[in-house]
């Protein structure tokens, strides 16, 4: 990828770049970028090709300027069949965010059948023009291919997103990495209403039964609740092959909401 990179190295610390900007205040991160972040320090360190990090909970409970980050990681159970790594996200020296993360070996689906939702029935992104307003993706901090409904309006909410940079500089985008960037996108797609997005999340829980095959990832609205200032959304996640996860957030209502993100052609 040609496009600036979220984060570049200085030995074990990484260093932020405008790109790693988020939308609340300019000299803090986007919470994408400190998901995606301790996902790539659990799977560089603690991964392997016979485990899929099938849950990947990560709260953030202070807001990072762009001074250094370290991440440091912790295993906690190094079994046969389930691991589990824990990973602290420092910001000049500061706490700023932790990672809980449960990797589980790959083994043969029991017999039986089970009920599952149905596979949703969309368009592949090819076959989606790309959206006419650049707030669709942060003005460029990753892509999107909208399906129908849109941040703004009432009623089902589907899209595909794509992401256009690096996380690290010169380490391409491996695929837990890449949604675990992408599950963030879970809190302003369920939770912004016809008055604009209200909420921050506080964190983000990420379930995978498999990792996902290309670029593209599916969102599809399943859930919002919200009562005193605090809501939780949650999204079905896809990708080209079919249902892949889901990501759920926690979320505290904010002071000056964002302004509505609203489609520039009807769905």
């Known amino acids: 990828m040609t496009n600036q990179p979220f984060f570049n190295r200085d030995r074990d610390a990484f260093i932020p770049t405008d790109a790693a900007r988020g939308p609340w205040d300019p000299n803090s991160l986007h919470g994408r970028v400190i998901i995606g972040l301790l996902a790539f320090a659990i799977e560089q360190r603690h991964g392997g090709d016979d485990f899929v990090p099938a849950r990947l909970t990560v709260d953030m409970f202070r807001l990072p300027t762009l001074a250094p980050i370290e991440v440091k990681t912790r295993l906690v159970r190094d079994g046969l069949r389930i691991k589990v790594v824990e990973a602290d996200f420092f910001s000049a020296g500061v706490a700023m965010a932790r990672a809980s993360c449960q990797l589980l070996r790959k083994t043969e689906t029991p017999p039986g059948k089970v009920w599952s939702p149905p596979n949703w029935n969309v368009p592949p992104p090819s076959e989606i023009p ?22 703004g ?19 391409p ?9 992408a599950a963030d996108f879970a809190s302003p797609f369920a939770n912004a209403g016809d008055q604009g997005l209200g909420y ?11 990792l996902p095959v290309k670029e593209w990832i599916g969102f599809e609205v399943v859930n919002h609740q919200a009562t005193d200032g605090i809501a939780i959304g949650e999204c079905f ?3 080209e092959h079919g249902a892949i996860g889901t990501s759920t957030v926690a979320a505290l209502a904010q002071r000056k909401p964002m302004p509505p993100v609203r489609p520039s052609t009807p769905a």
Do not use: Q
């Open 237 to 239: 996640l896809y990708d």
């Open 130 to 151: 790309p959206p006419a307003d650049p707030r669709l993706g942060m003005h460029g901090k990753w892509a999107t291919r909208p399906i129908v409904g849109a941040m």
């Open 200 to 210: 921050i999340n506080s964190d983000v829980t990420l379930y995978l039964h498999r």
């Open 173 to 181: 985008l491996t695929p837990f990495v890449r949604v675990a960037v």
């Open 153 to 171: 309006t009432l009623g089902p909410r589907r899209l595909w997103m794509s992401e256009v940079r690096y996380l690290v500089d010169g380490a």
